[in-house]
């Protein structure tokens, strides 16, 4: 790796970086343009709060097309390093986070400018890791372990605000951690040397077969915490239709349509009630885009959701289930639950036998309620005796405490190679030495 850019996840997330602030200048455009519309029709009300949203979008859009270009220019000149990091939260100024230097005796307390929504996507966990690059004193690049989501972050000013954030960082065992393996190493280098006039070649020692069942439960229990409130009990999915089981209702998308639905009966209130002349306009168009959203809504839950959510209450109740070791995980990208599951009978060097992402249970403010209180056990998998990637059986469902766990994408089985050895790795980062 000569550049952070030349990480593949990295130059992809740039790019989508960059589309998304160019979609929203130019809708901010297409905003503005609405205002200028609805005021040569005369309608004066809305003009105002049209004109103002595309400005601030147009604005936002700019400043994010600033933010990919020094993005670039840092990732282009720079590699990227791992770091154990705690995030500090939101304090009176911004979100912080905080990294501890390579050497182990240094910390950076770092601004976070990003949205709170676009921050959560790489908040580190309690035994959390960030890649790096840039200068901490001027500024860089903040990704998941595997160069994903990307935010910039410049450094904390005001030496009072600084100090609190450090001891704060330190108080959570930031100095504590085991350093991360760096995500450029030593490359393997072939020697010839010369013995008794005899050249003898030594190669690189080979590479490990990726992390085992110990490895990955050891991160398990460093990134558990407590649940809090457990969440009320769903329908049993073995004994009611699917779309009586809350979780299935979720996958289906029932939520947004009923949304839709809601909206549609206000702008059908509102025109019943006979709004002002100058404000019918607006009245159309919003309900215009309030139908489009419900069509929309209503098409998705019954061409993917609905299918999805019957293949997965099938899943669920299919016998006989089997029994397998998890480990729960949390990806770095986006912070969702992962099971890594592996054979009931194994020591505690063996290989994982798949993963399987799953949904996040709870609210979303608290999306790991529900999940199981212990980060290792034992779960019975429904359906993977008829598991069939794309084919008629495509989602194995985990129960685990007498309940389902519902997954986000099918069962992936573990093929040994690099591809899913790299995936392991970016869920549990692996750790080099152990600071003193």
Do not use: N
Not at 4 to 26: F, I, S
Request: proline residues 11%; hydrophobic residues 45%; contains cysteine.
């Amino acid at each position: 790796m000569t550049c952070a850019l030349d990480v593949e996840e990295t130059a992809a997330e740039l790019g989508r970086y960059r589309r998304r602030a160019e979609r929203l200048v130019v809708g901010g455009g297409v905003t503005v343009a609405l205002a200028v519309g609805l005021g040569a029709l005369g309608a004066s009300g809305p003009v105002l709060t049209v004109l103002a949203l595309g400005i601030v979008a147009m604005g936002a859009g700019a400043g994010s097309l600033v933010l990919a270009r020094r993005m670039r220019r840092t990732l282009g000149a720079g590699v990227w390093s791992a770091h154990p990091a705690v995030a500090v939260g939101q304090s009176r100024y911004a979100t912080s986070v905080v990294l501890r230097s390579p050497g182990g005796a240094e910390t950076w307390p770092l601004t976070v400018i990003a949205t709170r929504e676009r921050y959560e996507l790489l908040r580190p966990g309690p035994d959390g890791v960030l890649w790096w690059c840039g200068d901490p004193r001027a500024g860089g690049v903040l990704a998941a372990p595997g160069g994903g989501p990307l935010i910039w972050a410049k450094p904390m000013r005001g030496a009072r605000v600084r100090r609190r954030i450090v001891a704060h960082a330190e108080a959570e065992g930031l100095m504590r951690r085991a350093a991360p393996k760096q995500p450029q190493g030593p490359v393997d280098v072939t020697e010839h040397i010369t013995v008794d006039g005899l050249s003898v070649r030594l190669d690189g020692l080979p590479r490990a077969a990726g992390p085992a069942y110990a490895d990955l439960a050891a991160h398990a229990r460093r990134q558990a915490a407590p649940q809090g409130k457990a969440l009320r009990p769903e329908a049993d999915v073995r004994r009611v239709a699917w779309w009586r089981v809350r979780g299935l209702r979720r996958v289906a998308g029932v939520p947004r349509v009923l949304i839709a639905l809601a909206f549609c009966a206000a702008v059908g209130a509102a025109a019943l009630t006979g709004p002002p002349k100058g404000d019918v306009p607006m009245l159309y168009g919003i309900g215009l885009l309030v139908l489009g959203a419900l069509a929309h809504s209503c098409h998705r839950m019954l061409v993917a959701g609905g299918p999805t959510a019957r293949l997965m209450a099938r899943a669920a109740s299919a016998a006989p289930p089997t029994p397998r070791r998890y480990v729960l995980l949390y990806d770095p990208h986006g912070g969702g639950p992962v099971l890594v599951l592996f054979p009931v009978h194994g020591g505690p060097y063996v290989q994982p036998e798949g993963l399987l992402p799953l949904i996040p249970p709870g609210p979303p403010k608290r999306p790991r309620r529900g999940l199981p209180a212990r980060p290792v056990g034992t779960a019975w998998l429904h359906g993977l005796r008829d598991f069939a990637p794309g084919g008629r059986t495509p989602f194995v469902v985990p129960w685990i405490d007498g309940r389902p766990l519902w997954p986000a994408e099918p069962y992936r089985k573990s093929d040994g190679g690099p591809e899913f050895t790299a995936l392991l790795e970016r869920l549990a980062p692996p750790l080099e030495t152990r600071v003193p």
